[in-house]
T-cell receptor
Framework: GENVEQHPSTLSVQEGDSAVIKCTYSDSASNYFPWYKQELGKGPQLIIDIRSNVGEKKDQRIAVTLNKTAKHFSLHITETQPEDSAVYFCAASKDFGNEKLTFGTGTRLTIIP | EPEVTQTPSHQVTQMGQEVILRCVPISNHLYFYWYRQILGQKVEFLVSFYNNEISEKSEIFDDQFSVERPDGSNFTLKIRSTKLEDSAMYFC???????????FGDGTRLSIL
């Protein structure tokens, strides 16, 4: 089955700097890659997603890139703010939304004011 | 914005007892899921449900577990003969048809004593 690796497990950046989180996946049939943000005591909240027919997607300060050949995808957060502090999970699935998600191990992002 | 709601937020149960975790998915969604997250670990898929039957289940979802959609709004996860290792956060998610991602509830923290 699918296996998703995520790095780093923890990341601290100065407020205003950029943060990058990377994931790799094993199943070449995966074609949908969402990113979720989990705040303390809350469930995962979708922040951005990408399908395999797209190489990059951007939404304000957040962007995701996908390299299907290398089977890796990355989350980029620019101009980080204290409210960006949370645990971020990448995930992969074989279909948009209607198949099980396989999650990475998570990255705890801390923004230092 | 519509959201997935889960009750209770925290459930404490004696080992060997049965528990039912409840979820109200987003009203026009047709696909339903249960995931769990053991403390400090990744989110793991348990089961998906569509058209009143299980679509897929993981190795974790053995005979101890069952799911049900008893009416038009609720989606439940039943765990029989609970074990200490069942202690985890359990998340319900739902998605609609077509190009819609999975939306998660805030989870039920299950503690088995």
């Amino acid at each position: 089955g699918e296996n998703v690796e995520q790095h780093p497990s923890t990341l601290s950046v100065q407020e205003g700097d950029s943060a990058v989180i990377k994931c790799t996946y094993s199943d070449s049939a995966s074609n949908y890659f969402p990113w979720y943000k989990q705040e303390l005591g809350k469930g995962p909240q979708l922040i951005i997603d990408i399908r395999s027919n797209v190489g990059e997607k951007k939404d304000q300060r957040i962007a995701v890139t996908l390299n299907k050949t290398a089977k890796h995808f990355s989350l980029h957060i620019t101009e980080t703010q204290p409210e960006d502090s949370a645990v971020y999970f990448c995930a992969a699935s074989k279909d948009f939304g209607n198949e099980k998600l396989t999650f990475g191990t998570g990255t705890r992002l801390t923004i230092i004011p | 914005e519509p959201e997935v709601t889960q009750t209770p937020s925290h459930q404490v149960t004696q080992m060997g007892q049965e528990v039912i975790l409840r979820c109200v998915p987003i009203s026009n969604h047709l696909y339903f899921y249960w995931y769990r997250q053991i403390l400090g670990q990744k989110v793991e898929f348990l089961v998906s449900f569509y058209n009143n039957e299980i679509s897929e289940k993981s190795e974790i979802f053995d005979d101890q577990f069952s799911v049900e959609r008893p009416d038009g709004s609720n989606f439940t996860l039943k765990i029989r003969s609970t074990k200490l290792e069942d202690s985890a956060m359990y998340f319900c998610a739902s998605s609609g048809t077509g190009v819609q991602p999975q939306h998660f509830g805030d989870g039920t923290r299950l503690s088995i004593l």
